[in-house]
């Protein structure tokens, strides 16, 4: 996987041998690659297992980071790095040595820099042998794990797929990294002016990847991905010594089009004033009512309650009692509503990767192929509020045997899971943005409540600290770990006479896809969301080993009840001594 990005491919047809014609062999990575791919198909040791599988891709990436804080830079880097990776299958596609749950996808040492041919294929030789003789040894404890499971899961290992052969040239990474550094280090600045900010950062990640991918059954790739980053985020204390944090990320998957510096500022005057105002807005009550959750929180919600509800997971096999057996598989939201309905009838939901932009509004999550070769696919998920499928990938589930080109971050046990790539959120019946507000207060008086809420902005993808995290924990272990939405950043109480007031330290309790239920109004205004996803509906910022860009087009919502509760954080206490003046005067 990609650090940043992960596109890939991979076909399926054993017997295809080395890949098909074209320009590939100008290519030294994927000259080494396939060569090397030719010679192992050959292993062979004394009566075990041969291979039924291999793959071998390169993730070769340009990357840009700068970070500042107050108008200092913190840290500025340009890198260059070459990361192999190989994955080797033994037995068949009915029955392999993956899905045991032990880790099969290892990293190798890097690939040189200078295109040394010899060298690349060395590693990929030493890479091939250890994982070879891995694979047998997962396959026989899988297969004594077999004989001591009464009705033991008969689900194929991997899917079949055609060959696909997909050459693009490479990006090219132009980037003035001494720019870019007063662009960050003026956005930092901005937060000088705010002395009840207590911590601002801005960080800026660009990177050019390009992706190479040759496996055994005839497949080669060499896909190319930009992918941009800017991270605003600031954080304070109120006078009772809880922390209030808010954030702006703004993704996009083409330099030429990411913010200039002066909407950049702008952005974070916006968070400092938001941030400013939170640190003086009154700590909320708990609430069960009414919700509208305007644009950007609207796809938010979308991005992490559909993570889990549109993906279906499978349980690694394991012998019972053993810590395999123990590990819990969550099942999705929907995994047994197929054909039901999960939203009102004028609501529709799809996901179609090779769309490249909307209304003009670039999408980060566009892409022609996923990371197990197989071309991307529109698909339909809800239709006129009754669900219509899954996001598959090449890991059969249950009866769904057949990938529909959405599989892009591995897991531990050898399988790839299927993610969101752009989602769009359809409504047939619409109401004008401004008018939402006043059907809102119309359900407050309705049902005799002294305000209803209005939500701007979630904690997604989530930059709370590690003390917010853990009482985000008990919070969870008191609803018996029932699923629920990343808290609200920015949550106004909206009162009968339409005055806004904002508060702080809320958490919503229970809340999942099955919630999509009680939507009562869908605004006529699209929003688009660009956002790296970790695949993960607890979508935290800051971990991001394995990710890709997903999107999410969606509408303002107005929910009909949702509950939230007072969060439990602890106050600090405040600071002995002001902070040291930030005037440059």
């Given amino acids: 996987m990609k650090s940043w990005i992960v596109i890939a491919l991979c076909a399926a047809g054993v017997a295809a041998g080395a890949v098909s014609s074209g320009d590939w062999r100008s290519d030294t990575q994927l000259r080494a690659m396939s060569d090397e791919l030719a010679r192992s198909r050959t292993l062979r040791l004394n009566s075990l297992d041969k291979p039924y599988f291999i793959q071998y891709t390169t993730e070769d990436t340009d990357e840009l980071s700068v970070n500042a804080s107050l108008g200092g830079i913190t840290g500025s880097s340009k890198t260059h790095v070459r990361r192999p990776n190989a994955v080797v299958r033994v037995g068949d596609y009915a029955f392999d040595n993956t899905n045991t749950g032990a880790p099969l996808r290892l990293r190798f040492g890097l690939f040189p820099l200078d295109d040394d041919y010899l060298a690349m294929r060395t590693l990929l030789w030493r890479t091939t042998d250890v994982l070879y003789k891995a694979a047998n040894d997962q396959i026989t404890r899988k297969r004594n794990a077999m004989r001591e499971i009464a009705d033991p899961d008969k689900t194929p290992d991997l899917a079949s797929a055609k060959a696909v052969e997909m050459l693009e040239p490479e990006p090219k990474f132009a980037v003035d990294e001494s720019r870019w550094d007063d662009i960050t280090r003026q956005a930092s600045e901005r937060f000088s002016a705010y002395p009840e900010i207590t911590n601002s950062r801005v960080r800026v990640e660009m990177l050019a990847s390009t992706f190479r991918l040759v496996n055994s059954e005839g497949t ?167 669900l219509r499928g899954f996001l598959l990938s090449r890991t059969p589930v249950r009866k769904f045997a057949v990938s529909n080109g959405h599989g892009r971050i591995g897991t531990g046990y050898g399988a790839t899971e299927a993610v969101i790539g752009n989602v769009m959120v359809e409504a047939s019946q619409t109401v004008p943005e401004q008018q939402l507000k006043k059907k809102l207060i119309a359900q407050v008086n309705t049902a005799g409540l002294k305000y209803g809420l209005i939500v701007r902005r979630l904690d997604f993808p989530s930059t709370a600290s590690l003390g917010e995290l853990q009482s985000m924990e008990r919070q969870l272990q008191r609803n018996g770990y029932a699923r629920t939405l990343a808290q609200p950043l920015l949550a106004y109480r909206v009162y009968p006479d339409g005055r806004e007031e904002l508060v702080r330290g809320l958490r919503f309790s229970e809340f999942s896809a099955k919630d999509l239920r009680d939507v009562e109004a869908a605004s006529d205004r699209p929003y688009v969301y660009n956002y790296i996803n970790t695949g993960s509906s607890l979508n935290i910022a800051d971990l991001r080993s394995e990710i890709v860009p997903s999107s999410v087009v969606c509408p303002s919502l107005l929910l009909e009840s949702v509950e939230l509760a007072r969060a439990d954080n602890e106050g600090d206490p405040a600071p002995l001594v002001p902070p040291p003046a930030l005037s440059k005067n």
């Avoid at 009550?285 to 938010?300: N, Q, R, S």
């Avoid at 004028?346 to 996901?351: K, R, T, V």
């Avoid at 197989?374 to 339909?380: F, Q, S």
Wanted: avoid cysteine; proline fraction near 5%; charge should be negative.
């Fill in 220 to 386: 080669v790739i060499r896909v190319p991905e930009v992918l941009n980053e800017v991270e605003i985020r600031a954080g304070g204390r109120t006078k009772d010594g809880q922390r209030v944090w808010n954030h702006q990320f703004v993704t996009g998957a083409d330099t030429q089009r990411m913010p200039p510096a002066v909407e950049l500022n702008k952005i974070a005057d916006s968070v400092a004033h938001e941030t400013q105002a939170l640190t003086q807005a009154p700590l909320a009550e708990d609430y069960t009512g009414p919700v509208l959750f305007t644009g950007e929180a609207a796809a938010e919600m979308m991005a992490q309650v559909l993570t889990d509800a549109v993906v279906l997971h499978r349980k690694p096999m394991a012998a019972p009692g053993s810590n395999e057996a123990n590990q819990q598989s969550l099942e999705s939201v929907w995994s047994a509503r197929l054909g039901s309905t999960v939203a009102p009838e004028w609501l529709s939901i799809y996901d179609d990767p090779t769309a490249k932009d909307f209304h003009g509004a670039r999408l980060a999550g566009h892409y022609l192929v996923d990371d197990e070769g197989v071309r991307a696919e529109r698909v339909n998920l809800v239709e006129k509020g009754k």
